[in-house]
């Protein structure tokens, strides 16, 4: 029989950590991430930006400048993409967060999971048919365009991204003890040992002074039974020098 453990917590070090300084949390915010500006005819839409949140669903924020009214709505990609090649499929749109009549406005709103979706804007202006056919005929369907003013619409774009405190010191599990005849000296050096245990809840008191303290589990195996056993012990990888304590100098 041959028996793997992967095993390890460190508590001590964790615990004089957050003792020595007390770090500020990452502060969030909407902040600016692109730009976009188009120019509608009346009656045109205009798919922006293809979101795709996760399995927990997402948010998105935009700010919407028109220089006439406007729709906004999200519908979802897939629906978009069918109702360009057939005109039939324009009736199963489903709109999200529906918005009309929009000349300036900050733009939010909560996405399905795992579902993605398009920002559609839309002119709520009605083109003049025959203004436009009468035109089209002598000046030919460029020369027409140029009759009729444009909506010029700006879109600013936002991602959810970190403003402050932005910087972290950053933690990964590490192999520990590559040799395994140090455990034995290890354990010597502690007394919050259990043995022989199959379900417990296990207590154990220490402080900062003690340095890092590793959670061990160890088979209780009296044979010649081969096991393999790995310790991993939690260590800061990066930014560890925001740990020091206040006054403290690298």
Same mark, same amino acid.
């Given at each position: 029989?041959?028996?793997?453990?992967?095993?390890?917590?460190?508590?001590?070090?964790?615990? %004089?950590?957050?003792?020595?300084? =007390?770090?500020?949390?990452?502060?969030? #915010?909407?902040?600016?991430?692109?730009?976009?500006?188009? =120019?509608?005819?009346?009656?045109?839409?205009?798919?922006?930006?293809?979101?795709?949140?996760?399995? #927990?669903?997402?948010?998105?924020?935009?700010?919407?400048?028109?220089?006439?009214?406007?729709?906004?709505?999200?519908?979802?990609?897939?629906?978009?993409?069918?109702?360009? +090649?057939?005109?039939?499929?324009?009736?199963?749109?489903?709109?999200?967060?529906?918005?009309?009549?929009?000349?300036?406005? +900050?733009?939010?709103?909560?996405?399905?999971?795992?579902?993605?979706?398009? *920002?559609?804007?839309?002119?709520?202006?009605?083109?003049?048919?025959?203004?436009?056919?009468?035109? %089209?005929?002598? *000046?030919?369907?460029?020369?027409?365009?140029?009759? @009729?003013?444009?909506?010029?619409?700006?879109? +600013?774009?936002?991602?959810?991204?970190?403003?402050?405190?932005?910087?972290?010191?950053?933690?990964?599990? @590490?192999? =520990?003890?590559?040799?395994?005849?140090?455990? %034995?000296?290890?354990?010597?050096?502690? +007394?919050?040992?259990?043995?022989? @245990?199959?379900?417990?809840?296990?207590?154990?008191?220490?402080?900062?002074?003690?340095?890092?303290?590793?959670?061990?589990?160890?088979?209780?195996?009296?044979?010649?039974?081969?096991?393999?056993?790995?310790?991993?012990?939690?260590?800061? @990888?990066?930014?560890?020098? *925001?740990?020091?304590?206040?006054?403290?100098?690298?």
């Amino acid at each position: 029989m041959r028996a793997r453990l992967v095993c390890g917590a460190v508590f001590g070090a964790l615990l %004089g950590f957050a003792s020595a300084q =007390q770090l500020p949390p990452r502060t969030f #915010d909407w902040v600016r991430a692109s730009d976009e500006i188009v =120019q509608l005819d009346p009656a045109d839409y205009h798919a922006g930006r293809v979101y795709r949140p996760g399995p #927990d669903g997402g948010n998105m924020h935009v700010i919407v400048q028109a220089k006439r009214p406007v729709t906004l709505a999200m519908v979802g990609e897939e629906a978009w993409k069918a109702a360009q +090649t057939n005109p039939e499929a324009w009736g199963n749109l489903e709109y999200r967060c529906l918005r009309e009549h929009v000349t300036s406005t +900050t733009y939010e709103c909560h996405l399905p999971p795992s579902h993605p979706m398009v *920002l559609l804007i839309h002119d709520e202006r009605t083109p003049d048919r025959v203004v436009m056919q009468g035109i %089209g005929a002598v *000046l030919g369907r460029e020369g027409a365009r140029a009759f @009729v003013s444009p909506n010029d619409v700006e879109i +600013t774009y936002h991602s959810w991204s970190c403003v402050a405190n932005c910087v972290q010191p950053e933690f990964q599990w @590490v192999r =520990q003890y590559d040799k395994p005849e140090q455990l %034995g000296a290890a354990l010597a050096q502690t +007394t919050c040992k259990q043995r022989g @245990v199959q379900s417990m809840e296990f207590d154990c008191a220490f402080s900062p002074s003690d340095g890092p303290q590793s959670l061990l589990i160890l088979p209780d195996i009296k044979s010649h039974k081969k096991v393999e056993i790995e310790v991993q012990t939690y260590h800061c @990888v990066a930014n560890c020098e *925001l740990l020091k304590p206040a006054g403290v100098q690298p």
